[in-house]
């Protein structure tokens, strides 16, 4: 016994999304009731976006887990036809890989160390002293991938673009808005918790569009690509005569 399920790229964006956007929602929801009305349940804290090890951060994890494995699949495709972009697309893997492990066990969180800010003398939107190198990065990663990005399908590449634009400004946009705000006025209030909860929402958005461009991309580049599960009947396959 056989059979197939096969899942459209824009059926999964749409449910991510959803549920991107239901995370959102119900964190401020939840921090108004905190900051309003003093509402104190620790219950809380495993629906408020910047926390950790709670439902929106494992969701985020394995999005970017998603995503990952997607480019593993890639570049394993691209490396049996010998393409130029090969060690691209593997490094990408590993890059969105990083990112799930970051996001649930926060590698970056490591470089917020106060005695370090204080020793730089840095503030503003330089409060969290990672973005410094997110920066780096960034600038190093445009300019290593532009060639890759500009060799894209006519139809993948603003995809690619538009995703990558949302979650680097979530994730250090965002952030260094976030840091001038804390460093004004500390975290402990509403303005502070919403200007986390739209950095989380870009990221989770920035997620679900690449997620989508991605399997575009498979469409386009596999031609039959589709999600299958198969069941067999556990016999074995017969020998030709």
Known sequence: MKFEISISPIRIAKILAIVASCFTLVSIILQYARYVFNYRQDWINFFILDKELNYPTWYQSFTLLFCAILLAII?????????????HWKALSFIFLF??????????????????????????????????PGVIFVLIFTKSYLKFLTNLPRKSRPLFFLSGLIYVGGALGMEMIGGYYADLYGQRNLGYALITNAEEFLEMMGIVIFSYALMSYMNLYMQNFDIRFNILNGTKPQKSK
Request: net charge negative; no cysteine; proline share 2%.
């Open 99 to 132: 990112l799930s492990l970051d996001e649930t066990i926060s590698i970056h969180e490591i470089l917020i160390i106060p005695d370090l800010r204080s020793a730089f003398h840095l503030g503003g939107i330089f409060y969290y002293i990672w973005v410094i």
């Open 75 to 87: 570049a394993a495709a691209k490396k049996v036809d010998s393409d130029r972009y090969f060690g």
